[in-house]
């Protein structure tokens, strides 16, 4: 199969424009809609893999699970493909819009985040998980490499390993998919799908967060079963200023019963509890509405008093007009505002969805990710 390469078409659709990051099971490129006029990020089942069928069926069930969730905190999927060279080589690939911003991994590198932050980006990731486990999916990998940070909040990236809940958590050679350090306990003994493992996942993520660790450090499973086995007991005692309902509810995500755990909308809701008293910038990011101010009648609006009586009440019709006419201003600005580019301006670096920057060997029965690999369970 010939290597993809810079202006190439894909179903007669997609300009690639340039490579922007590979991993052991996909290539990333830029590209331009030539239908819609717009870029967007092209994820390419890598070409060693692009002959079996089982590798292009992953690509697909990615491509159909994300794309069933419109969510403001979900990368949004934009259309899946599939083209046939003249050697008669098959091209899967995913298309999804194009992100800006920083990878939560990325910016844990500088150390845990402040706990307004840190709480404000798990309640976006809880409920991104909430919209996913009311459709039935289950996203099996949510580490702090599947979260981008972007200037309209959070992003839950990569559905490559995703599957539907009470589906076999095991892949057909017997291994465990997902990365070691953000499994839940039972998913070590193949326990099926269940969305409290997801929510295990987002207490590794939250508590990572708050205090720049995972609570039970892991590359391989063998350490992350010793790990668990320790019984070393938890604690967000350190984090300064932290809400004691917040620590609760991060330190029962972490319960090694899957039933002692909260669903991710009631994690969502006590997180944004925590916020919207203390945090006026969440407040304003997650308060489902905004009231106006009521107007003031001008002066200039009220009619002339009668000479030998009193003033005649001020027609309210006008004023009421005029609140309607803010609102509508309001809520167009809000909608229009964040997709704004000023002629002749070069857009931000933008990164896809879950790009690494690194491209490793594929083991077999790795799942379909464009992040760095997970690694499989023997």
């Given at each position: 199969?010939?290597?993809?390469h810079?202006?190439?078409?894909?179903?007669?659709?997609?300009?690639?424009?340039?490579?922007?990051?590979?991993?052991?099971?996909s290539?990333?490129?830029?590209?331009?809609?030539?239908?819609?006029?717009?870029?967007?990020?092209?994820?390419?089942?890598?070409?060693?893999?692009?002959?079996?069928?089982?590798f292009?069926?992953?690509?697909?069930?990615?491509?159909?699970?994300?794309?069933?969730?419109?969510?403001?905190?979900?990368t949004?999927?934009?259309?899946?493909?599939?083209?046939?060279?003249p050697?008669?080589?098959?091209t899967?690939?995913?298309?999804m819009?194009?992100?800006?911003?920083?990878?939560?991994?990325?910016?844990?590198?500088?150390?845990?985040?402040?706990?307004?932050q840190?709480?404000?980006?798990g309640?976006?990731?809880?409920?991104?998980?909430?919209?996913?486990?009311?459709?039935?999916?289950?996203?099996?990998?949510?580490?702090?490499?599947?979260?981008?940070?972007?200037?309209?909040?959070?992003?839950?990236?990569?559905?490559?390993?995703?599957?539907?809940?009470?589906?076999?958590?095991e892949d057909?050679?017997g291994?465990?998919?997902?990365?070691?350090?953000?499994?839940?306990?039972?998913?070590?003994?193949?326990a099926?799908?269940?969305?409290?493992?997801?929510?295990y996942?987002?207490?590794?993520?939250?508590?990572?967060?708050?205090?720049?660790?995972?609570?039970?450090?892991?590359?391989?499973?063998?350490?992350?079963?010793?790990?668990?086995?320790?019984?070393?007991?938890l604690?967000l005692?350190?984090?300064?200023?932290?809400?004691?309902?917040?620590?609760?509810t991060?330190l029962?995500?972490?319960?090694?019963?899957?039933?002692?755990?909260?669903?991710?909308h009631?994690?969502?809701?006590t997180?944004?509890?925590?916020?919207?008293?203390?945090?006026?910038?969440?407040?304003t990011?997650?308060?489902?509405?905004?009231?106006?101010?009521?107007?003031?009648?001008?002066?200039?609006?009220?009619?002339?008093?009668?000479?030998?009586?009193?003033?005649?009440?001020a027609?309210?019709?006008?004023?009421?007009?005029?609140?309607?006419?803010?609102?509508?201003?309001?809520?167009?600005?809000?909608l229009?505002?964040?997709?704004?580019?000023?002629?002749?301006?070069?857009?931000?670096?933008?990164?896809?969805t879950?790009?690494?920057?690194?491209?490793p060997?594929?083991?077999r029965?790795?799942?379909?990710?464009?992040?760095?690999?997970?690694?499989?369970?023997?």
């Amino acid at each position: 199969m010939a290597a993809l390469h810079a202006g190439r078409l894909l179903a007669r659709r997609y300009r690639l424009i340039d490579r922007i990051g590979a991993g052991g099971m996909s290539v990333i490129w830029r590209a331009r809609d030539e239908v819609l006029d717009r870029i967007v990020a092209v994820k390419v089942l890598a070409p060693s893999l692009a002959a079996d069928a089982r590798f292009r069926d992953m690509v697909r069930e990615e491509a159909r699970s994300a794309a069933q969730l419109v969510h403001p905190h979900v990368t949004s999927v934009h259309d899946y493909g599939e083209t046939l060279a003249p050697d008669g080589a098959i091209t899967s690939f995913v298309v999804m819009e194009l992100l800006s911003g920083e990878e939560l991994e990325h910016r844990l590198t500088e150390g845990p985040l402040p706990w307004p932050q840190a709480v404000e980006v798990g309640a976006q990731v809880a409920e991104a998980l909430a919209a996913a486990h009311r459709l039935g999916i289950v996203h099996r990998d949510i580490t702090p490499a599947n979260v981008m940070m972007t200037p309209v909040g959070a992003k839950v990236l990569d559905f490559g390993i995703a599957t539907q809940v009470g589906a076999p958590d095991e892949d057909e050679d017997g291994g465990t998919f997902g990365t070691p350090a953000y499994v839940a306990p039972e998913r070590l003994d193949g326990a099926p799908a269940q969305p409290s493992t997801d929510v295990y996942s987002l207490g590794v993520l939250l508590y990572e967060t708050l205090t720049g660790r995972p609570p039970y450090p892991a590359d391989t499973w063998e350490q992350l079963g010793a790990a668990l086995q320790a019984e070393e007991p938890l604690s967000l005692d350190d984090v300064p200023g932290l809400p004691p309902a917040v620590a609760r509810t991060v330190l029962r995500c972490l319960a090694k019963d899957p039933r002692a755990r909260p669903t991710a909308h009631q994690v969502a809701a006590t997180l944004r509890d925590q916020l919207l008293p203390g945090d006026p910038q969440a407040a304003t990011m997650l308060a489902p509405t905004v009231t106006l101010p009521a107007l003031a009648t001008p002066a200039a609006a009220l009619p002339p008093a009668e000479p030998d009586g009193p003033a005649t009440p001020a027609p309210r019709r006008r004023p009421l007009l005029v609140v309607a006419a803010l609102v509508v201003v309001t809520t167009a600005a809000a909608l229009v505002a964040p997709n704004l580019v000023p002629d002749g301006t070069t857009p931000p670096a933008a990164r896809p969805t879950g790009a690494p920057t690194a491209d490793p060997p594929t083991p077999r029965g790795q799942p379909w990710s464009a992040a760095p690999p997970s690694q499989p369970k023997s």
